[in-house]
């Protein structure tokens, strides 16, 4: 039954075909079931071999199941079959929509992993083309300084040539005129001898009475100049005396003339103590940037180009660690702000070891923010006596006078700002660890009165507090500290930066202007540095800025001036060994002094 209703089983029964095709309609023909089979209409051209036979069965057998009771079931059934397989249709077609889908995010993943391997790829390509061109120009740039210092060379030895002939021809004509001028000179002085000699013979007796005529005048003179006077002064001095008047009179002017001179000193005294204090220098401060009167007046272009100069960066020069360097810069940033809003500055402790640029960027803080600076020393306190507390006054007055704001910087702060406690005597300094030293009360006074003038946040003046041992401070000091700094030793990285800065300020500049008796020999000197921060660890910035100083002075000792390799070589074992002996005496200081000589 399932070829009349147009169902193709395939050979596995796994699907339908589709029915035969139909011969088309002709009109007239809805009520074929009425008509004969040879009632047709002929057929076209195109139908001329078709075989109706089978069409015929097919009607047929159609006229026979309608008339069956069967009809309705086999149509149903035909319908389930063709609704079947329209449902495993649409499940493949669904399944080959899913491997579609599939398929093409395979092929997106594809092509997202080949764009990340290109991309990749090129990133590395870029990084090779960038490390290849910088070690282009690295190589260009010393290739250049090497040109440079040749032709410098030449034309140094050119002019050195120059100027030696020239000197020598200028040395000839001088000493040919020299003794051209000493001949005619010798001629000169010869001929007036003789004739001054043959004058004084002929007018012997001339001159002789000449000199009798003018001292007998002159004794005259002077007699009668004498009588004069002493007649004079006697008829004044008589007629002063006789007169009451004039003797009050005079008594009464040189009374008056007493009383202004005592009084004017007096005044100058105390405005001299009044310009001191607010104008001049404290005795306590060693170098400042503020300009006083004096200096203003001895050095008037300088102070017109200090007040001139635009603030600098806080860091300029410094070389520090990454997250030291991310500090001091916040604290710059900081000061400098609290200065544009006059508001109430922080006091900030700098300690770690010496020389690691805790001096330099008190000097950078204050010239970045717009201030000025002041620095003193711990240590000059002390020797001061009794005098101490007035010059603490001193400075703090002068101090609050700065319009443009004062950062006092105290270096060594420790020597004055110790612990106030008094060490027992009976107890043993070696129980004690770092034993607290007894002060004088002239230095315990002096350390009151600065405790008493920064008891408060001022928005005149910012302290600057510098030491290598905090742990001594007293602990009223350590409660004016707002911010803390550590300022360790220099990284390998930090060193390298320092060498190679210092070794172009006293070794590469100087050889390359030719102004000084120094110059370079040929070796790879970005290698060199790098070699020279490896050897140098633990030692501060002043040290390798000395290390870099000695290769300069050895350059000046040689004979040539030539900087050769093993001379720097050999400065830095010796720089090596100095840094290990003074690490030695450290240790050797007592506990604690050298495994941790600085609190972290």
Request: with cysteine; charged share 30%.
């Amino acid at each position: 039954m399932s070829w009349l209703f147009g169902i193709n089983k395939g050979p596995k029964g796994e699907g339908a075909g589709p029915p035969p095709p139909l011969p088309p309609a002709q009109p007239g023909a809805e009520g074929g079931g009425d008509r004969g089979l040879g009632e047709r209409p002929a057929p076209k051209d195109k139908w001329s071999n078709f075989d109706p036979t089978g069409l015929e069965r097919a009607a047929k057998a159609a006229r026979e199941l309608e008339h069956s009771r069967y009809a309705k079931d086999a149509l149903n059934l035909a319908q389930m079959q063709e609704q079947t397989l329209q449902l495993e249709q649409q499940s493949k077609l669904k399944e080959y929509e899913a491997a579609v889908e599939q398929l093409k995010s395979e092929q997106i993943r594809a092509q997202a992993e080949e764009r990340r391997k290109t991309l990749s790829e090129e990133t590395r390509q870029h990084q090779a083309r960038a490390q290849y061109q910088d070690k282009l120009a690295r190589q260009r740039y010393e290739d250049q300084l090497k040109q440079q210092q040749l032709l410098n060379e030449e034309n140094l030895r050119k002019q050195e040539e120059s100027v030696q002939k020239q000197e020598a021809m200028r040395r000839a004509t001088v000493e040919r005129e020299m003794e051209l001028r000493h001949k005619n000179e010798m001629l000169r002085v010869e001929a007036e001898a003789r004739a001054r000699a043959k004058a004084e013979r002929e007018n012997a007796d001339i001159i002789r009475e000449q000199i009798r005529l003018k001292a007998a005048e002159h004794r005259q003179t002077v007699l009668e100049s004498i009588r004069t006077a002493g007649t004079l002064f006697g008829e004044g001095f008589r007629a002063f005396v006789t007169d009451w008047d004039k003797v009050t009179a005079t008594v009464a002017g040189l009374t008056l003339l007493a009383v202004g001179v005592y009084s004017a000193k007096n005044a100058t005294l105390v405005a001299g103590r009044f310009i001191e204090a607010r104008l001049g220098k404290p005795s306590l401060v060693r170098e400042t940037s503020r300009i006083t009167v004096l200096e203003a007046l001895r050095h008037p272009i300088q102070v017109s180009r200090r007040l001139l100069s635009r603030p600098q960066d806080a860091l300029e020069g410094v070389v520090l660690s990454p997250s030291l360097e991310a500090r001091v810069r916040d604290i710059a940033i900081a000061t400098r702000n609290t200065k544009k809003n006059r508001s109430l500055y922080r006091n900030i402790l700098m300690y770690g070891p010496p020389g690691t640029g805790k001096t330099l960027f008190a000097k950078k803080l204050a010239l970045h923010s717009g201030m000025d600076y002041a620095i003193m020393t711990g240590g000059d306190v002390a020797p001061m006596g009794r005098e101490g507390v007035t010059a603490m006054h001193k400075l703090f007055d002068w101090a609050n006078t700065s319009r443009r704001g004062l950062l006092l910087f105290v270096d060594e702060a420790d020597a004055f700002l110790r612990k106030r406690a008094t060490v027992s005597v009976t107890k043993p300094l070696a129980t004690m660890g770092r034993a607290t030293e007894k002060i004088s009360e002239d230095l315990r006074a002096t350390l009151n009165a600065f405790l008493y003038r920064t008891g408060q946040h001022s928005n005149k003046f910012m302290l600057v507090l510098a030491s290598n041992q905090p742990e001594q401070f007293d602990w009223a000091i350590n409660d004016r500290i707002n911010e803390m700094v550590n300022f360790d030793l220099p990284g390998q990285e930090e060193r390298e930066r320092l060498v190679r800065m210092y070794f172009d300020e006293y070794v590469l500049k100087p050889a390359t202007e030719g102004k000084q008796r120094l110059k370079l020999a040929q070796f790879d000197y970005g290698r060199k540095c790098s070699e020279v921060a490896r050897l140098t660890e633990g030692m501060s910035g002043r040290e390798i800025a000395q290390l870099a100083v000695s290769w300069q002075a050895t350059a000046y000792a040689s004979e040539d001036g030539v900087l050769t390799e093993a001379m720097m070589d050999t400065r830095v074992q010796d720089a090596v060994q100095q840094h290990q002996q003074k690490m030695c005496w450290l240790k050797a200081e007592g506990p604690g002094r050298g495994d941790e000589p600085f609190p972290s």
